[in-house]
């Protein structure tokens, strides 16, 4: 199970922090993933990190995101800077089984209830 938090109605140039919790797995996740899907838009990948730290950012975010995790708890972190009105959007958390850094969606196996990120202008 997963549960995202922390997200907000923002102004542009504002920071947020989401936090995606993971519960219910005794062996560890290994790959933790933010994706967003703004409305009437395909879902679109935010950020990944693997269980050693290795990481990948959508175009749209890279300088901006930062993606984090705190192993022994199973959580992973999304610290958004200089927020703009095209970063609002559902922001979910996913968890991927394997090894592998994915950015597509489809390698995800398990999936938040997303948290509502929305930036004004």
């Known amino acids: 199970q997963l549960q995202a938090s922390g997200g907000g109605l923002v102004q542009a140039g504002d920071s947020l922090r989401l936090s995606c919790a993971v519960s219910?797995?005794?062996?560890?996740?290994?790959?933790m993933g933010w994706f967003r899907q703004a409305p009437g838009k395909e879902r679109e990948f935010v950020a990944s990190?693997?269980?050693?730290?290795?990481?990948h950012y959508g175009n749209s975010v890279k300088g901006r995101f930062t993606i984090s995790r705190d192993g022994a708890e199973n959580t992973v972190f999304l610290r958004m800077n200089e927020l703009k009105p095209a970063d609002t959007a559902v922001y979910y958390c996913?968890?991927?089984?394997?090894?592998?850094?994915?950015?597509?969606?489809?390698?995800?196996?398990?999936w938040g209830q997303g948290t509502l990120v929305t930036v004004s202008s």
């Open positions: 219910g797995r005794s062996d560890g996740v290994y790959v």
């Open positions: 990190i693997g269980r050693a730290g290795g990481t």
């Open positions: 996913a968890v991927h089984t394997g090894v592998v850094v994915w950015t597509q969606a489809s390698h995800y196996d398990y």
